[in-house]
């Protein structure tokens, strides 16, 4: 619990699981005095209001950001221009706002467009996530020891500085630990931790499924080999990784581009029967896993059998 | 616990995860009377018998096998021809000789070549596995609800028959499920779901790993993403996994083809824009994911944070 509310209100727009998880959080952590809650989705409107997670659920975008000091735009990011275009005309001077897309650079531009010059745009990005989505898959507890990246716009005035500080404290205040870097630079990083996963875990799993030889039934009955792995990665929300794919084609591009010439060095190696090949890079890539568990990045108890974005 | 011992005496060639947790999941199933353990590693078998998981610990293969009704190979599977052929002196007639290897084809051919006419020779792998390595890393439990495969050779006469029920019943004794399907077809089924799965986690954490433009650190730091369920698998053991590729090279090559061609094409939807392209294969995957949980094929929590083979 943070002592003083950091702000009055927050309207969250868009309701899905990382949405909701940030409601969650939000009210758990005393971060903020009160939330309202909108999504396009009549049924997650209803959901919202069922839950409770929010002091007031808007049939709008507009009658949810009205007066609200904090604006977080929780929809795919194809959709977050339009809601905020909807929303700009009611956006009070001073604003906050920022989003949790898994792209920065496309969105962040879409958003400088439509958004008045009299709020703060302060683009954000948590590193959390799970396979399931919709209101109901939220946690109070998604951000916990996650890392949220923010993505300030190159101002360097105090009131925006202070605005950068007062959302990286709400993060802070939601478990999370925060971090900021460009967008470019964001989106690139993200290319290869996230989305390249998401893209190699898709086409596997849809290469398997389209085996003649190999049943899907033997496909699942025999996924404990290292298969399963994907296929949780490969359940994440269609919409949302459609998306992220639209809007981050260059890094993404680069990094399969990269990652298709090791595959094919590899590929010819098994060829080639090149065993020290095979054997060196396979105990060089055991350095990164100790990285990962040395961090304490590793999957935790509470957030098993989750897959991420 | 079993009535009755279903083996007098198992030997067990190599100690390492496989090999250990055979032991410990032998003697708490009670499906055998004696467990003696054999390795090529000194230090390997000075831990076995301190950890007491073997009745005895043999100096040699030959001395290992001595008496042994159950002989079962877990060395990397390169390794099991040369362990087989220095121990085939000293099988007695009638006893059965199994193996744990991820591939059973070429394997299963190269132990037909050295061991004696007198034993019945039947290949199997238990779907189970673990990051971790050596004999400390083995678990009593890890076979539990897992599906052991078999494949035996095209005999058709009722010691060899009476033999593999047997062989079956031990797996089953150690909470296994088991199915025998032909080599062949193991080989490709294991190269969808476990083969070029590895290959695929092996490849994508080099791909990062050597990104000029993002740190090894940033890497670790947001690996929340995705990345870090890639890296858990990449950190299995190096020896065993050149094995697999080298022995498998047929099927793991087809299937890394087909692999090949739908990410292009998938490259080709994000170079193109095309989001219904990508959202239709996105949604197609989730179906394998739902059969995977129904099945109650996921990683359940006492297996918790363990790569697979």
């Not at 509310?5 to 990382?18: E, Q, S, W």
């Not at 909701?20 to 005393?30: E, K």
């Not at 009549?42 to 007031?56: K, S, T, W, Y």
Request: net charge negative.
């Amino acid at each position: 619990m943070t002592d003083q509310p950091l702000f009055f209100r927050l309207a969250v727009l868009g309701c899905g699981m990382i949405g909701a998880s940030v409601m969650r959080a939000a009210r758990q952590s005393g971060a903020v005095s009160e939330i309202v809650g909108y999504d396009a989705d009549a049924g997650h409107r209803a959901r919202v209001a069922e839950l409770g997670i929010a002091d007031r659920v808007a049939e709008t975008a507009e009658a949810a950001v009205s007066g609200a000091d904090l604006v977080i735009l929780a929809t795919p990011v194809l959709a977050m221009a339009e809601v905020a275009k909807a929303a700009a005309g009611a956006l009070r001077p001073g604003a906050t706002v920022s989003d949790v897309g898994s792209v920065k650079g496309q969105v962040a531009q879409a958003l400088d467009e439509v958004l008045p010059r009299h709020v703060f745009l302060i683009p954000g990005h948590p590193i959390a996530g799970a396979e399931k989505s919709g209101p109901d898959a939220g946690s109070g507890e998604l951000f916990h020891n996650r890392w949220t990246i923010l993505t300030p716009q190159a101002r360097e005035d105090q009131p925006y500085l202070d605005a950068v500080k007062r959302l990286a404290d709400f993060w802070t205040a939601l478990g999370a630990n925060v971090e900021t870097m460009d967008a470019e630079h964001h989106d690139l990083v993200l290319a290869v931790t996230s989305h390249l996963p998401h893209l190699i875990a898709y086409n596997i799993v849809g290469t398997a499924a389209d085996m003649e030889a190999v049943t899907r039934s033997e496909v699942i009955k025999y996924s404990a080999g290292g298969f399963r792995d994907f296929t949780r990665i490969a359940a994440s929300d269609p919409t949302m990784w459609r998306d992220v794919f639209l809007t981050n084609k260059e890094a993404v591009l680069e990094v399969l581009g990269r990652f298709t010439e090791d595959l094919q060095a590899l590929s010819r190696a098994i060829r080639w029967g090149e065993g020290d090949k095979l054997h060196e890079l396979f105990t060089r890539t055991r350095d990164i896993r100790r990285g990962v568990v040395d961090a304490g990045q590793d999957i935790s108890a509470p957030n098993f059998g989750r897959g991420q974005h």
